[in-house]
Each structure stands twice: as structure tokens, then as C-alpha cells.
């Protein structure tokens, strides 16, 4: 077990714990009795020791595309009593800890009102060019992440679990459809779409596939430091090398099993190869992976800035996983079919599972989902390209900065702008910005 030491401001140092092996660096989650996070520099009480460092906040921005049913995308009351539409159904555990957002609307992305047009600034709000140039604005993540990734060992994790498309459709380029985070106005954050590669960059020191287990490398440097943990803590640092090793063994499985995302396979054939550790072949374990990897970056403290792109707008994934395997998402999202509704709910047991798994982790009085921000979002309410009232979902306070379990309607409200949203959230982070987008306020109830 060793601190690293590495350089913030020049007023602070960056002090981490971390369980090392050959070519392996693994983060520590939380620890009541061991401060795994580094020290206070300010004194705790009189006598002028330190203290265990607070839990940071986090944010993660995770899209979905083609919009949701037109009739189950809706919340109502608040707190318990939150009533909550079907497509919403599987955030229902976590209504007091969620905020409904209604009315807000990107004016940029109204110009081309095309998929590519109303994605490649969702979460920037910036003009983009079309033509087939490609031209955009930084995204709210990555300027996030530009103040604050040296805090972390990755500065931000963007993540998808569908190719990017460099096609030219209607004048605008399809990686506007296939990009939400962007580093800079003319460069899209590149996707990881290997969860073997996302892992790697959590926990090893070189991003290689087919190595040694992290678990097989760190081993003896966690039996050392499990000996001088509390009982609580023993049990919290078990339950989590247990969580990384089942990750690790189900990317050891992607790629050899069941449908090739979305296709059924073909019986006179055989399965399309896949490199070692792949993409697996399953949509529904890629996604969870994601989602698990997502997890895991927050728990440790290896970053604080993520975003999961789960599939592009006009996307062409498919869903024998639930029953739906007749046609692409794309096209289902052109009528409120059952089949529709429940491709929604997946999706959004997506975030379901992030927000369970993020409040089962302790973190002194709070638990990490509460010293969080997980903004979901599409780029159109419903498949019929309508981007004047964009589905909003938040969940988590950021360390009690929001106020949860409410519904805010701003459809008829003067202030309605996605990017005013993003100012309130930046705000939460430390980052104060003038202006963002096309806004130059925030909203007041966020």
C-alpha cells in the first residue's frame, strides 16, 4: 500500500492511497477508519491535527437517443409521493433523491431539426456547422473536467456502447449523433467502447489488454493494508475488490456469447470473431459493464467526470434481449408501441442501477450518489424530432447543494435554456462561469 503524491495547485498536494502491483495502480474507496483520500491541510480542533478528507463530488451525464414515448415520459408531486410515468418507472427507489425537469429547450439545436442537428450540442448549446464540417462547442463535462481533472488519476471516463457514424446525413455530420462530449469545439471526445480498455484505464498503468489480473497483482498489497482496518472497513474494502473482480471476469466473457449486439446470430454461420476482452455480443451485459465501470471510477476517486453514452441518436441497435428484435431503434421511436415503452425502461433501469449501486456506497453522513449529479437526458422529448421540451432527469444533491425530489416545469417560462441548467451545475462544482452556451443565467431552483 502507497500514497502517491502528484501535483494540483501549487497551494495543495494530491494525496492518494492506492494498492500496488506490476503494472497496476487500484484506488481505494472510502474508508471510515483510514484516510485512503489524503488529509484536510486545515486543523480539526484545537490541537491541530488533521482531519480525513471530505467525499468529492461527482458528475455524469448519460444519453439516450430518439426520445421516449409521448405519453409515459411525465412526473408529478414530490418526495414519496412522486408519481412517476412508466417510461420513469425504474428510477421509482430513488424518487426523493431525483429531480424532474420539464420545459428546457437548446435554440441552436432548433435550426436543423434533424437528429445530427439537435445531438452534437446538447450539452454544450453552441452553433453547429454543417456542410459536413465539423464544429461544435466544449461540453459541459469536459469543461468539468478541464478544472478538475488533475485532481484524479482520469481526468474524465467518456464512455458508449455504440460505434460512432461519420456519415453525412441532411447537411450535418452523423458524429454530431454519435458525440455528446466534446474537448473543444472542433474535436469530439473520443468514445470507449471496450470495457476492457475503460477498466484498464481505472486500474493499470499502461492500458493493455489480455495482462494479469489487477486483483492477481495487488493481492499481497491488500492483504497488508487489510490488517490495519477497523472490522466495518475490512468488510467495505472485501466487498469491493469482490465488485472489481466480477467486472474483470465478465469482461473476460464479452465477446462469446449470444446475439451480435442487437442481431440474432445466423445458424449456418459462425459467430463473429471478436478480439480478446471485446465488445460483448450481448447489449444488455455492454451497457451494465459500462454502467459497473462508471461505478467503479466514482467509488475510487480515479475520476469524477463521466459520461455514458448509451446509443446514438438515430441509432441502429437492436433488442432480442427483451423481445424486440423486428426493427431498429431509430424506427421504433416513431410510434408509442409497447415495444417502445419497454426499450425505454431498459434504458432507463440503466440509470436505475448506477443510482442503486451509488447509494449503497457509504461516504461519511452521505453516500456517493448524494455527493453526485447523474444528469440523463436525449436530444428530442419523442421520435418525431421535437426539441422545444428536452427530457430532463437529474439524480443525486450534490453533497446537498440541490434539492431533490421535486418536479421543475419551465415550458412557459422566459429562462428556459438547456445551458442555464448548466450554469446551475457548474456552479455546484466551483466552476463560475459569466456565460455558457447560449445562456447568460442560471435557474434559480436548481
Known sequence: MRQITGGMKKSQVYRRTFLKGLGVSMALPWMESFPVWGMDTKPAGTGGATQAKGAPLRFAALFSGNGFHSREWWAKGEGK??????????????????????????????????????????????PLASGGEIRSGTSIDQVLAQRHGADTKVPSLVLGCESANPA???????????????????????????????F??????????????????????????????GAS????????LESVREVERRISRA???????????????????????????????????????????????TTRITTLKLNNDHSSLRFPNLGVDYMIHHLLSHSDTADWLKVNQFFLAQLGYIATKLDGIREGDRTALDNSVLLYCSSMLTGNHDATNLPVVML???????????????????????????????????????????????????
Open 81 to 126: 409521493g412522486m408519481e412517476l410515468g412508466k417510461v420513469l418507472e425504474p428510477l421509482a427507489p430513488h424518487r426523493e433523491k431525483l429531480l424532474f425537469v420539464r420545459g428546457l429547450f437548446n435554440a441552436e439545436a432548433l435550426k436543423g431539426n434533424i437528429h445530427s442537428s439537435q445531438t452534437g450540442n446538447l450539452l454544450s448549446g453552441a
Open 168 to 198: 453525412v446525413h441532411k447537411n450535418y455530420s452523423m458524429l454530431y449523433s454519435s458525440h455528446i462530449s466534446w474537448s473543444s469545439p472542433t474535436t469530439p471526445t473520443p468514445l470507449e467502447l471496450y470495457p476492457a480498455l475503460a
Open 200 to 229: 484498464d484505464r481505472l486500474f493499470k498503468d499502461d492500458v493493455e489488454k489480455g495482462q494479469e489480473s489487477v486483483l492477481d497483482a495487488v493481492r499481497e498489497d491488500a492483504s497488508d493494508f487489510r490488517k490495519n482496518l
Open 233 to 240: 472497513d475490512q468488510r467495505k474494502l472485501d466487498e469491493y
Open 255 to 301: 465477446g462469446k456469447r449470444g446475439e451480435l449486439q442487437g442481431q440474432k446470430p445466423v445458424a449456418t454461420q459462425p459467430p463473429a470473431k471478436r478480439p480478446k476482452d471485446g465488445i460483448p455480443q450481448d447489449i444488455a451485459e455492454h451497457m451494465r459493464l459500462m454502467c459497473d465501470i462508471l461505478v467503479l471510477g466514482f467509488q475510487t476517486d
Open 396 to 446: 443525486g444533491s450534490a453533497g446537498g447543494q440541490i434539492k431533490t425530489g421535486r418536479v421543475l416545469d419551465y415550458l412557459n417560462k422566459p429562462e428556459r435554456k438547456m445551458c442555464n441548467l448548466y450554469l446551475s451545475i457548474m456552479d455546484k462544482f466551483g466552476v463560475k462561469l459569466n456565460e455558457f452556451g447560449d445562456a447568460k443565467s442560471r435557474l434559480a431552483e436548481v
